[in-house]
């Protein structure tokens, strides 16, 4: 089975919580309460010896005012002070504690609980508290559905606890929530789902992730995991398609790859498309540092004479294939003419192919049209072709992948 880790590539661009202590302006009053003299003194002078950039000493007044504080609002106005100052100071876990004491106080306006909610789970999360981050995330979450920040630290939190069921559901929310506020979803986003399934050791899983992730962050690693799991097996015509897949997006990095490549492209009559694959494993060193390689060697030579003779007979082929009354010639001489770099007769023979009829494979016939458009820099006739191959059952994921090709290009 399939099992790769993704782990490294998650951390690495692991969502950070951020935070802003300019949106805590703690206040010494309220509309219908004051702190007594006494305590009110020690926190003006707190807030003060802050103000100066003075933080340790502006945390000894607001402890001496705590010390003080008798009332129900002494206490909740030094445990809101304190709370600012700790951030102040870099002490999380202290302004955590501060806020414990207040975050459900009578004292505490909507609007300011929603903030401190909010400014409570980016806390815990820095200090690596999982559990108090998704209890505080699901409490910002309901508090603003639309925020994509809280799902995001929900679902990382469950992740890093290893519950990849809700870290999944919380991905996908945030997946959906930056779709409907027209907002890019992040690439972790995924990578989460992607880890996910590959611990649980779901392919379909796995594959969707990654579809996902070659659409919107392409690169070779998604590429290869994808192309990997999808062509598992397949027939072998069908895997040649897979190899062509492999070779677009350079993820063909092994010897036995460009071997079996090269030997299936000669065994379904296309000799120049087994030596250009052959050529690029030497020039890649892939091919030329295996131990193998005198093999490798003489598979090379053997493709170029007969991609030699081949391409010396394609004029009497192109006659023949005219003068046929079905399409069948016209598209196996088409994909021949593009593997000898010559996308303008490939274009031309594969769509008169494909407009005589009796091709015995269309949709393959349409793939290797929207290949040679490819080719040719015509993505938008490129996607057409592979749209009108896409829901064939053998080569419809073939089709459906080289349409994220052709919208990459």
Not at 3 to 24: D, E, P
Not at 324 to 350: P, R
Not at 375 to 392: I, L, Q, W, Y
Request: include cysteine.
């Amino acid at each position: 089975m399939f099992k790769r880790s993704w782990r490294s590539m998650l951390l690495a661009t692991a969502v950070a919580a951020t935070f802003a202590v300019g949106t805590l302006s703690p206040q010494l009053a309220s509309a219908e309460e004051k702190v007594t003299n006494t305590v009110g003194t020690k926190l003006q002078d707190a807030l003060k010896l802050a103000n100066e950039k003075k933080i340790a000493d502006a945390l000894t007044k607001a402890k001496e005012a705590q010390a003080l504080a008798k009332k129900p609002f002494d206490a909740f106005k030094t445990n809101d002070i304190l709370a600012y100052l700790n951030i102040r100071a870099g002490d999380y876990p202290g302004a955590l504690r501060s806020f414990e004491q207040i975050i459900d106080s009578q004292y505490l306006e909507d609007a300011q609980r929603a903030q401190y909610v909010k400014t409570m789970t980016q806390l815990y999360f820095q200090t690596k508290s999982y559990g108090k981050t998704i209890e505080y995330g699901q409490r910002w979450l309901k508090n603003s559905p639309s925020d994509v920040d809280a799902a995001i630290l929900v679902g990382q939190s469950y992740w890093l606890q290893k519950d990849c069921r809700n870290a999944t559901r919380y991905m996908d929310q945030a997946i959906d929530i930056s779709q409907r506020t027209g907002k890019p979803p992040k690439e972790s986003f995924w990578q989460i789902k992607l880890q996910c399934a590959t611990d649980a050791g779901s392919a379909a899983a796995q594959i969707d992730a990654l579809q996902d992730l070659v659409e919107r962050y392409p690169n070779k690693n998604y590429w290869d995991g994808l192309l990997t799991l999808l062509s598992r097996g397949v027939p072998d015509r069908t895997m040649l398609h897979f190899y062509r897949l492999k070779f677009d997006t350079d993820t063909l990095d092994n010897a036995g790859d460009y071997e079996d490549m090269a030997q299936l492209a000669i065994e379904f009559g296309f000799p120049g498309e087994a030596q250009t694959v052959l050529e690029r494993g030497f020039a890649t060193k892939v091919l030329e540092k295996d131990k193998d390689v005198e093999r490798h060697k003489r598979l090379l030579e053997s493709s170029k004479k007969t991609a030699e003779g081949d391409k010396k007979a394609l004029p009497m082929f192109d006659r023949e294939a005219r003068n046929q009354k079905t399409g069948e010639a016209d598209v196996k001489l088409g994909f021949a003419y593009l593997t000898y770099g010559d996308s303008a007769k490939a274009i031309e023979a594969i769509e008169r192919g494909i407009g005589k009829g009796g091709v015995k494979n269309p949709a393959e016939a349409q793939i290797f049209l929207g290949m040679a458009y490819l080719r040719a820099k015509r993505a938008d006739d490129a996607k057409k072709a592979f749209r009108a191959a896409k829901d064939d059952q053998l080569l419809g994921k073939i089709a459906k992948l080289w349409l994220i090709r052709a919208d990459q290009s």
